[in-house]
């Protein structure tokens, strides 16, 4: 049958009206790098019923936009142009992605991103199809950023009937939903501040192997990953230092914990946060729960630490003499050979308790702070490092001590009855400690900064495992004929563990290399000065142990002690001065703002003019700055050539400054210019070394 088109076309259209009705999204808007259009998720908008749409982000290969809170960069923003009546939430923002450029943490988006909103209609809308406009900004970036936005609407049917999800769109809301934050968490999460830090700790089982913390308040600078606290894997600590720019706490931290998957099909997943902001650790956190933070290995490590004390050999040969002058004292009766035993042990034991109590009573500050936060602090990892290279120097043999100890402790122990069997107890205490095993060394660093009670329970393994042999020969001295004799062996044995305190002590420094190369405030010299401070301990013990023996006369002994002294000095004041955060780099420069024509009229005044385009969100101006401005070599150079420095920051939109980008042909920062004397300005590479800085400055010089 043939129809005319006056009969079909009516027919088709009626046909084709559920489609044609459909919401249809925004046209494909392209800024550079990122396209964007706004799409419906309902194929009509029904009067009174919300309305979610969504803004699709497409970013080119190896581009970002940021999260909706970031340290480096902005997030998105959406300006809306509604129809009357109508009201748009906030936007909701899908976990984000962690970036890690040369050590500075963003969290940004990559690829395809879907920033959902809520519309709510009025009830009652006379039109057919509403329009919903917007303007939205972004910040794009790769190795340099560029400011972007588009501006454009989606039309959308309005209908009474039910509304349909789009068929287009369907899948994208769906995937976002899937891939939302939950509000559900599986474990506790305790915040609090630490002078200029924030403490953010997690509890319980089968904790994630790493945690991010994206705070949507730009409360902290982002850290690299989550710090396991040592010893216990149901607690996860994340530290951050507080961001600068804050000028109050809020009340709670809001944010993110990511998860990140163990492979590419598995993104990883997100939890949202709110939590007070406390003052102080809360009393049950693991920061302060004893059981919490001490283990089995620990213990294992302390007692056979307090063993293998045994075998030192300002110990050692005195054993088998010790345990006979208890038999010799009690005659023939078993009974008074144990006493003696369980005397001498006891001896030991309070004299470990006492160092106990004083170690604890000098830090007794950091109780205040919650335990563990000891090995957090560069101070105090110097000081682990410089107690245990003594260690592992007196055991090499560059020094002794402990001969003196021998001679007034020994009118005690010459004593007799049970008196001289404790007073031996201690004194063996005395004469052991500067002879710290390798295993000991470990333990006692662990006590350190452990809560009270687990420090004195490591203590007192340490003093079990060093009388353990006295008491087991007291109860049984036959087993003195099992055992070796003293001799040369034993200062090899000696001389050979104290490798492994050498190696603690390495370990040690890789910590600290970590903390002041990674925390805000320290340069890379800062290192230096610790390294040489061991240096400087090395030589102070090498000349109390070469001109500060005891068999040396009275004049060479008290000068070498006072060299040693001072030279010990001035380590621990060179160390210390590198573990103090300090202004370096560019933050120790004289930076003045830029202007429109600054830069050309004081160059041709004769000066030399460095003007540096730089924003906040701008990874590559930070790494920038990192690199040049910590080196000395520049730094003297800037100061020689009385070089004016000129910052032009560009974090908020400014129309002078993208407008000078403009006359050399830019849009993006970072962009760096030297002016020499009545010459057109240098224009320096994106990505920056000391060399290349030092170059364009002479020939400034030289024109």
């Given amino acids: 049958m043939n129809l005319k088109p006056t009969q079909w076309i009516p027919g088709a259209l009626l046909l084709l009206f559920p489609l044609l009705a459909s919401a249809q999204s925004s046209p494909v808007q392209k800024d550079q790098h990122v396209a964007a259009r706004l799409i419906g998720e309902m194929s009509h908008i029904q009067p009174g019923v919300p309305y979610r749409v969504g803004l699709l982000l497409q970013h080119d290969p190896g581009w970002h936009t940021y999260w909706k809170s ?48 809520v519309i709510t209609p009025p009830e009652t809308i006379r039109e057919d199809q509403v329009e919903i406009g917007f303007t939205a900004d972004w910040l794009m970036c790769e190795k340099v950023c560029i400011p972007g936005g588009v501006s454009s609407s989606l039309a959308v049917p309005v209908a009474t009937d039910p509304a349909r999800p789009s068929a287009e769109w369907k899948s994208w809301f769906e995937r976002t939903d899937a891939a939302a934050p939950s509000e559900d968490l599986p474990f506790a ?117 307090g063993l293998i004390l045994n075998l030192m050999p300002c110990v050692f040969p005195v054993l088998g003499i010790k345990i006979m002058g208890f038999v010799n004292q009690a005659g023939e009766s078993r009974g008074k050979i144990v006493a003696h035993g369980l005397t001498f042990t006891a001896g030991v034991l309070i004299s470990f308790w006492t160092l106990a109590g004083v170690l604890l009573a000098l830090r007794s500050g950091g109780s205040q702070l919650g335990w563990g936060f000891q090995l957090q602090s560069p101070g105090f990892v110097a000081v682990l490092a410089f107690l245990l290279f003594a260690f592992a120097l007196n055991m090499s043999g560059l020094f002794e001590v402990g001969q003196s100890a021998v001679g007034v402790g020994s009118g005690l122990t010459a004593r007799g009855g049970l008196a001289g069997s404790f007073f031996s107890g201690v004194l063996a205490t005395v004469v052991a400690t500067p002879c710290a095993a390798p295993f000991l060394a470990p333990a006692l660093g662990a006590a350190l900064a452990l809560p009270p009670v687990s420090s004195i329970l490591v203590f007192t393994l340490i003093a079990l495992g060093l009388s353990t042999p006295y008491l087991l020969l007291s109860i049984f001295p036959g087993m003195l004929r099992f055992l070796p004799r003293p001799g040369p062996w034993m200062e090899t044995f000696k001389q050979f563990m104290g490798f492994l305190l050498y190696a603690t002590v390495a370990y040690l420094v890789w910590v600290l290399a970590g903390q002041l190369t990674d925390a805000g405030g320290y340069s890379a010299f800062s290192l230096l000065k610790v390294l040489l401070g061991l240096v400087l301990l090395a030589l ?62 004081l160059a041709r005044e004769g000066s030399i003019v460095y003007v540096d385009f730089t924003a906040r969100w701008c990874v590559t101006c930070q790494t920038n700055k990192a690199a040049v401005f910590s080196s000395g070599k520049v730094r003297d150079k800037l100061r020689e050539l009385d070089v004016v420095l000129l910052k032009a920051d560009w974090t908020h939109q400014d129309p002078e400054i993208s407008q000078a980008l403009a006359s050399f042909g830019r849009s993006a920062v970072p962009f760096n210019l030297i002016y020499g004397e009545d010459a057109d300005p240098e224009i320096l590479p994106e990505i920056l070394t000391p060399s290349i800085v030092l170059e364009a400055l002479e020939k400034a010089q030289g024109r």
Wanted: net charge negative; no cysteine.
């Fill in 70 to 117: 970031s340290t480096t960069g902005y997030g998105t923003s959406i300006e809306w142009n509604l129809p009357g009546g109508f009201t748009v939430s906030e936007l909701a923002w899908p976990g984000p992605e962690v970036y890690n450029s040369s050590d500075i943490i963003d969290f940004v988006y990559k690829d395809e991103v879907l920033l959902t909103a």
């Fill in 189 to 305: 999460v305790n915040i609090w501040t630490r002078g200029e830090r924030l403490v953010l700790e997690v509890s319980g089982d089968s904790l994630p192997e790493a945690l991010y913390f994206f705070s949507d308040q730009a409360l902290v600078e982002p850290a690299p990953d989550a710090e396991k606290i040592p010893g216990d894997a149901r607690n996860h600590r994340l530290e951050f230092p507080l961001n600068a720019g804050l000028s109050s706490l809020p009340e709670k931290a809001t944010g993110l914990l990511y998860a990140p998957g163990d492979s590419r099909e598995s993104a990883g997943t997100y939890w949202k946060i709110a939590q007070p902001i406390a003052s102080g650790p809360p009393p049950e956190s693991a920061a302060t729960a004893p059981a919490a933070r001490i283990s089995l290995f620990v213990l294992l490590l302390a007692f056979a630490g």
């Fill in 540 to 601: 102070a013990l090498w000349i109390y142990g070469r001109w500060g023996a005891y068999h040396r006369p009275s004049k060479s002994k008290y000068t070498a002690y006072v060299v040693a002294a001072l030279l010990a000095g001035a380590s621990l004041w060179t160390a210390f001065s590198g573990t103090r955060a300090e202004a370096s780099g560019a933050q120790a420069l004289n930076w003045e703002k830029w202007e429109p024509g600054k830069a050309e009229s």
